[in-house]
Structures are given as structure tokens and as C-alpha cells.
């Protein structure tokens, strides 16, 4: 397994906790570990600015996303799927499809079986965490 990867793992198991614990993520922290990444990425030649283009359009989608949901979608999420990015690279978009999946599976498990309301917060960072981890695999 990559470095990189193990760095992007660490970085969202605590972020995960934390999503859980709290129902937040430290912007400052994800900042600081997206940077980390992206050095990593430098210093082993890999860096793309298409990379950087997409994380930076994720935070730009998960900011307009923001506004129209009144908040239902968090920037913190948008900051931690930019993370992911620049972390995983192009199996980032696997990580997409399997973090949502597994989000939609778990927001209608929580709807039919234990009757919640649609307006439940779940936290995201865990799902990307899973996303990230079956990409990788």
C-alpha cells in the first residue's frame, strides 16, 4: 500500500471519530492534512494540477451545496472529499460512488427501520473513510 494512502487513512479515522463524536469536522485540520497530502504528492513526483483543480471544485460544489441545503450538507464535508482527492487520485471517483451508496443504504436503513425523519444529520466522514479504504483495496 501507498504512503499516501495510509497518511489519507489516518487523516479521515480521525476525522471520522470526530464526525461521530460531535457532528463536526476541524476545518483547520483538514486544511493541514489536505497540504501534508498534497506535499506527499510532491515529493514523490505525483502531483497533478488536475488534482488540485478537482479538490478545489469540490469545495466550490460542496460550498453551493451548502447554501441550497441550509446546512444539510456541512463544508467541512466538501473540504474532507477534496482530502480524499488529492489523496487517492483518479480512484478517488470510486471512492464517490462507494461512500454514497453506502450513505443513501444507511439513510434508508435509518428512515424504514428505526422510523427517523429525513432530517437526521449523518455524519459523512466515516462513509468517505469506508469509500477511501474499498478504493484502495
Given at each position: ?7 489519507l487513512?489516518?487523516?479521515l ?16 485540520f ?12 510532491i ?17 466550490g460544489?460542496?460550498t ?30 470510486q471512492?464517490?460512488?462507494?461512500c454514497?451508496l ?19 444529520k ?8 469506508g ?7
Amino acid at each position: 500500500m501507498k504512503h499516501i494512502y495510509i497518511v489519507l487513512l489516518v487523516g479521515l479515522l480521525i476525522c471520522s471519530w470526530e464526525d461521530i463524536r460531535s457532528h463536526t469536522v476541524s476545518l483547520s485540520f483538514v486544511i493541514a492534512w489536505t497540504g501534508l497530502l498534497c506535499g506527499i504528492r510532491i515529493f514523490q513526483k505525483e502531483f497533478s494540477g488536475m488534482l488540485f483543480v478537482a479538490a478545489i471544485l469540490m469545495i466550490g460544489i460542496a460550498t453551493v451545496l451548502n447554501r441550497f441545503t441550509g446546512g444539510g450538507i456541512g463544508l467541512g464535508d466538501g473540504f474532507l472529499l477534496a482530502m480524499a482527492i488529492m489523496g487517492l487520485g483518479a480512484r478517488s471517483i470510486q471512492m464517490f460512488v462507494y461512500c454514497f451508496l453506502g450513505t443513501f443504504c444507511f439513510a434508508v436503513i435509518l428512515l424504514v427501520l428505526f422510523s427517523k425523519k429525513k432530517e437526521t444529520k449523518i455524519p459523512l466522514a466515516p462513509f468517505i473513510l469506508g469509500g477511501s479504504l474499498l478504493a484502495i483495496l
